[in-house]
Nanobody, 118 residues
Framework: QVQLVESGGGLVQPGGSLRLSCAASGFTFNVYTMSWVRQAPGKGLEWVSDINGGGGSTYYADSVKGRFTISRDNAQNTLHLQMNRLKPEDTAVYYC???????????WGQGTQVTVSS
């Protein structure tokens, strides 16, 4: 069965960095676009970034462009999100999702909490 397991969240000071990872299993990873989606406290879901199956095309929300970098390791079936220059407004639960672009999100991980605070 499809499984997506996020890791790497935590508490970081403003201006700091974190690297999130998502371990995927149960499907042919390199076929699918993968995304990161976040949900801030009391708010709805916000798409953050996605990457196509081969890793050659990436897209970012304006709110994170220039600070976050999405990548994938198809040999290890792993998705990453490098987050730099973090801001308090980046505080959210971050989810890894299968899909993105023109594809629906059909599977989600359990999420990992990122808190940016001094």
């Amino acid at each position: 069965q499809v499984q997506l397991v996020e890791s790497g969240g935590g508490l970081v000071q403003p201006g700091g960095s974190l690297r999130l990872s998502c371990a995927a299993s149960g499907f042919t990873f390199n076929v699918y676009t993968m995304s990161w989606v976040r949900q801030a406290p009391g708010k709805g879901l916000e798409w953050v970034s996605d990457i196509n199956g081969g890793g050659g095309s990436t897209y970012y929300a304006d709110s994170v462009k220039g600070r976050f970098t999405i990548s994938r390791d198809n040999a290890q079936n792993t998705l990453h999100l490098q987050m730099n220059r973090l801001k308090p407004e980046d505080t959210a639960v971050y989810y890894c999702a299968r899909g993105g672009g023109t594809d629906e999100f059909d599977y989600w991980g359990q999420g990992t909490q990122v808190t940016v605070s001094s």
